[in-house]
């Protein structure tokens, strides 16, 4: 398949600028093969039954939009993976204005160039460990959001709240989980009196997740993004299926980290810790999961091709036909849909 093949023509007015209020009211196209059902996010738990089993991604966005200056020229950095306790890889903008030895200064820390790499990426260390970073740059930095989504001056504080799941809590994400800020506590409350499970793994989401791919499909490398699957999660997901229930992935992340702790050879799903670069694609055979709620992605990305690959290809290109026909909102801050696995 070429790249073409998951580029789509998209209004411009249907590209999410702000969260709907609330959340959980954003609208959720119900993807079977070629069907199509329009509904509600808070319809979700009377789409589900009970023994049913829904995974989260409870990574936590860093503010790591950094603003600095090289002695009087100011530059803009994004962070977006940690090397070491000091050591972060990042985005500089504009990258002309630097080089190797710089010092950067913030409003209460610095950092120093150490390596320029490709494509404006830029390797730094700063002089306070990350413990220390992180509460910093929780102050002054700012969320770094999606080049797609404008905002004022006034506004951007209304992010630190919008652009986080409310079941957020371990910190080290760069980009949001976006399937998971449809939930509410009375959505999850309603799913609980369902008797439908809930649970949590972690994918501290990249920078490069959301990029459309430049270069040829088979050729193209994943940025290794870190992630965790617990024991209690393993357990819970071979008891679901066991009790016939399905396991609901919440987002192309969870979906990633998930087949990532599936060992073909042993053909089980274990514990894991450690990073994953998965790249799915159409023709990939899924192991976990049974449903997909996700948002609606960006032409040309390799989440394009993930949904493709679970929904069926042509499947989804009708659905996302169908969506635009009918104002569905895409993207980060935008409606979602569920989609049942081919063989579901």
Not at 11 to 19: D, E, R, W, Y
Not at 87 to 106: C, M, Q, R, T, Y
Request: aromatic letters at 10%; charged letters at 25%.
């Amino acid at each position: 398949m070429k790249i073409s093949d998951f580029d789509f023509e998209l209004p411009s007015n249907l590209i999410a600028q702000k969260p709907i209020s609330p959340r959980d009211n954003s609208k959720l196209l119900l993807i079977n093969k070629n069907k199509f059902i329009d509904r509600k996010f808070f319809d979700l738990p009377d789409l589900l039954k009970k023994n049913d089993l829904i995974i989260c991604n409870n990574t936590k966005v860093l503010a790591s939009k950094l603003f600095g200056k090289r002695n009087t020229a100011s530059i803009q950095i994004t962070l977006h993976k940690k090397n070491s306790d000091k050591s972060w890889l990042a985005f500089s903008k504009p990258a002309k204005k630097i080089n190797v030895g710089d010092v950067i200064e913030f409003e209460n820390f610095k950092a120093k160039i150490l390596e320029k790499l490709d494509y404006g990426e830029i390797r730094i260390m700063f002089d306070c460990n990350n413990e220390e970073l992180i509460e910093r740059i929780s102050k002054v930095g700012r969320m770094p959001l999606p080049p797609y989504i404008k905002r004022s001056k006034e506004e951007k504080n209304l992010d630190r709240i919008n652009y986080q799941t409310i079941f957020a809590n371990k910190i080290g994400a760069v980009a949001a989980p976006t399937a998971g800020l449809h939930f509410t506590e009375s959505i999850i409350n309603k799913i609980k009196s369902a008797q439908i499970d809930l649970d949590y793994i972690t994918l501290h989401v990249g920078a490069g997740t959301f990029l459309p791919i430049k270069e040829e499909i088979e050729t193209h490398k994943m940025h290794a993004e870190w992630g965790e699957v617990s024991n209690r999660v393993v357990e819970k997901i071979k008891k679901c299926k066991e009790s016939g229930g399905r396991v609901i992935s919440i987002g192309t992340t969870t979906l990633r980290i998930l087949e990532t702790a599936f060992n073909k050879k042993e053909n089980s799903l274990k514990p894991f810790s450690g990073n994953t670069d998965i790249f799915i694609k159409p023709g990939y055979k899924f192991n976990v999961i049974d449903m997909l709620l996700t948002n609606f992605h960006l032409p040309k990305s390799t989440l394009m091709m993930l949904v493709s690959a679970f929904g069926g290809y042509k499947n989804i290109k009708l659905a996302y036909q169908y969506a635009i026909k009918n104002n569905y909102r895409f993207f980060s801050y935008g409606d979602c849909c569920l989609i049942k696995a081919l063989n579901e």
